[in-house]
C-alpha cells in the first residue's frame, strides 16, 4: 500500500487540496456517524419498522465507499475513482431522500458526510482531469 502511497503523491493536484494527513481523522470522524446512521437504519428494516426498500441505497453506499480506496490506491485508476466517487455521492443522496420520511436525524445526520463528500468528488474530479 506504501507504493500506492507514493503514486498518489506523484500525481497533480489543485492547490486547495487539503494535506493527506487530514483525510485519516475526518474519515474516523465520518465512519463513526456512518456506524451510528446507517446502523440504525439497519436495524429499523431488520424490525419492520421502516420500509425495507429503505435501506437499499445504504448498501449501496457502502459497497461504493468501501470500493473507492482499491480503485484509486490498489488499480491507481484515477477515471473509476471518479466514476465510484460519484456513485458514492448519488446514493448518498438517494439514502437521505429515502430516509427522510422515516427517520428525519438520520438524515440530518449525514450532512458532515455529504459535506466532505461533495468536497472529495469535485477534487477528484479535478485531479483526473489535470491527470489525463
Keep these: 500500500m506504501n507504493n500506492a502511497y507514493s503514486w498518489y503523491r506523484t500525481l497533480i493536484k489543485p492547490s486547495w ?8 481523522p475526518v474519515w474516523t470522524v465520518l465512519y463513526c456517524l456512518i456506524a451510528v446512521s446507517f446502523g440504525t ?5 431488520a424490525t419492520k419498522s421502516i420500509p425495507a426498500i429503505v435501506v437499499l441505497p445504504f448498501i449501496l453506499n457502502l459497497i461504493f465507499n468501501f ?23 448519488g446514493t448518498l443522496v438517494w439514502a437521505i431522500i429515502a430516509i427522510y420520511p422515516h427517520i428525519k436525524w438520520v438524515a ?5 458526510y455529504l459535506i466532505w463528500v461533495a468536497f472529495a468528488t469535485i477534487l477528484q474530479l479535478t485531479i ?3 491527470n489525463r
Excluded: E
Design 17 to 24: 487540496a487539503p494535506p493527506s494527513w487530514l483525510f485519516g
Design 41 to 45: 437504519v439497519f436495524y429499523k428494516v
Design 108 to 112: 440530518y445526520i449525514q450532512a458532515p
Design 67 to 89: 470500493a473507492f480506496s482499491p480503485i484509486q490506491f490498489g488499480l491507481k485508476n484515477n477515471m473509476m475513482a471518479a466514476v465510484d466517487i460519484l456513485l458514492v455521492l
Design 128 to 130: 483526473t482531469f489535470i
